[in-house]
C-alpha cells in the first residue's frame, strides 16, 4: 500500500514533511511505491493546504514547523520549504532531538549552512543532504563508464538550460525563497538547479573543482544570462549556461519520448511516455569517446569510434530517485551509520556557489 492509505503500525517509518509545495508532490509521487513508511505529520504555512494534503494522507496536519517538530513521534522531517527558511526549521528540528533531510540548495549563506551542521552535531541528530541527482539512474550509469575509462580522459562536461516564453513570461522564485539583492532567480537558474550540477560534475567525473568563475542572477533585479566556467584536478573544464528570458532553439527532431518525469525550465512538470522536444541533458565529452546524459528523461548515450547508441539504465526513474533517496536515509538511521549524503555536501555545493557571486 501508498504512504497515502497505509495506517501507521509499529514497524513503520514515521515522517514529517515540511513545506507542500511542487517540490513536496513530487517526493511523494515518489514514496507511493514504499513499503513501511509512513507520513505521519505534514506542514505547510498555508493551513487549508496543509489540512487538505494531510487529509488525503491520513496525516496530522500543522501550519508551524516548529509545532510538528515539538509534537513528536517522527523518526525523520523532511524540509523541502524555501532555502530562505531551512536553517530556522532545521535548528528547531535538531532542538527536538529529530533527524532531519534537508532539500537544495541547503542554505542562503554559508554562514546558515556552517550553523545548520553544527546544530545538527551538538544535538546528536544525523542530518541528511538532497543531492538526489546523485540517485537518477542514468547519471548513475554515466559516473560508472567515466570511472571504468569508457571515454578515456573527461576533457569537457557541460549543461545548457536556455528557453522559456519570452521576456514578458519570465518569472524569479519569490523574497521568501531568495531575499532580493541577493543570489537568486528563476526555478531553473543556476541558484535553484544549477546547484546540482554544482555538486555533481565532480562526483560524475572524479575530480574536484580548483577554480570556478561566472555571473549569477540577483534576486529581484531584471534577468540575465547565467554561466559558469569550472576547472577541475584532471585539467577537465566545466560549463554551466541558463536563460529563462528566451526562447528554446531547439528542434522537434531533436527531443526524445521521456523515460521519466522532471521539470521543463519553465517549471513545469514533464511526464513520463510523452514526447519532450527539449529534454534537459548533460554531456561529458572524453578523449575516446562522449555521452549525453538525459537525467529525467532517464536515457543515456554514448558516442565513439563505433558510432551512437543507447545504453541500458536500470533503477526507478524519476520522480522515483525520491524514494532510493528516502531509503539510503532510513537505512542509515535505522543501522545507525554514517553511510548518506550529510549536509557537508551541500555546504561544499554552497561554497563553490558563493564564489561566483563574489
Not at 513530487?26 to 514504499?34: Q, R
Not at 521568501?176 to 543570489?183: I, K, L, Q, V
Not at 565529452?285 to 538525459?294: D, H, L
Request: with cysteine.
Amino acid at each position: 500500500m501508498s504512504p497515502r492509505t497505509r495506517s501507521t503500525s509499529k514497524d513503520d517509518f514515521s515522517i514529517g514533511l515540511i513545506g507542500l509545495g511542487g517540490v513536496a508532490a513530487a517526493h511523494l509521487d515518489a514514496y507511493e511505491g514504499l513499503e513501511h513508511v509512513s507520513i505521519r505529520s505534514v506542514c505547510d504555512i498555508d493551513e487549508a493546504r496543509a489540512a487538505t494534503v494531510g487529509k488525503r494522507l491520513g496525516a496530522k496536519s500543522f501550519a508551524d514547523a516548529r509545532a510538528l517538530l515539538e509534537a513528536g513521534g517522527v523518526d525523520l522531517a523532511l524540509v523541502l520549504t524555501p532555502a530562505a527558511t531551512h536553517r530556522s526549521i532545521v535548528e528547531s528540528a535538531a532542538s527536538a532531538g529529530v533527524h532531519v533531510f534537508c532539500e537544495k540548495p541547503l542554505a542562503i549563506s554559508i554562514e546558515d549552512g556552517e550553523a545548520m551542521i553544527s546544530a545538527c552535531r551538538n544535538a546528536s541528530v544525523k542530518f541528511f543532504y538532497g543531492a538526489s541527482y546523485r540517485f537518477l539512474p542514468a547519471v548513475i550509469t554515466a559516473r560508472e563508464l567515466i570511472s571504468e575509462g569508457e571515454i578515456g580522459d573527461v576533457l569537457l562536461i557541460k549543461e545548457e538550460l536556455i528557453g522559456g516564453a519570452g521576456l514578458d513570461q519570465y518569472s524569479q522564485l519569490s523574497n521568501a525563497h531568495y531575499p532580493h539583492g541577493g543570489p537568486g532567480g528563476a526555478g531553473m537558474g543556476l541558484v535553484d538547479h544549477g546547484i546540482h550540477l554544482i555538486d555533481i560534475f565532480p562526483w560524475l567525473i572524479g575530480s574536484q573543482i580548483t577554480r570556478i568563475w561566472g555571473r549569477g542572477q540577483i534576486s529581484g533585479a531584471p534577468p540575465t544570462t547565467e554561466f559558469v566556467a569550472m576547472t577541475f584536478e584532471n585539467g577537465a573544464h566545466g560549463h554551466l549556461l541558463y536563460n529563462a528570458a528566451t526562447y528554446s532553439d531547439a528542434l522537434p527532431a531533436g527531443g526524445l519520448f521521456s523515460g521519466g518525469k522532471g521539470w521543463a525550465i519553465d517549471g513545469s512538470i514533464s511526464e513520463r511516455g510523452v514526447w519532450d522536444d527539449d529534454p534537459g541533458s548533460i554531456s561529458v565529452f572524453g578523449s575516446k569517446g562522449a555521452i549525453r546524459v538525459y537525467h529525467y528523461a532517464n536515457k543515456l548515450f554514448l558516442r565513439n569510434e563505433l558510432g551512437i547508441r543507447e545504453l541500458s539504465v536500470s533503477g526507478r526513474p524519476p520522480f522515483g530517485h525520491f524514494a532510493t533517496q528516502l531509503e539510503q536515509c532510513i537505512r542509515s538511521i535505522r543501522l545507525d551509520d554514517d553511510n548518506y549524503i550529510h549536509a557537508s555536501v551541500g555546504l561544499s555545493a554552497l561554497k563553490q556557489l558563493m564564489k561566483i557571486y563574489a
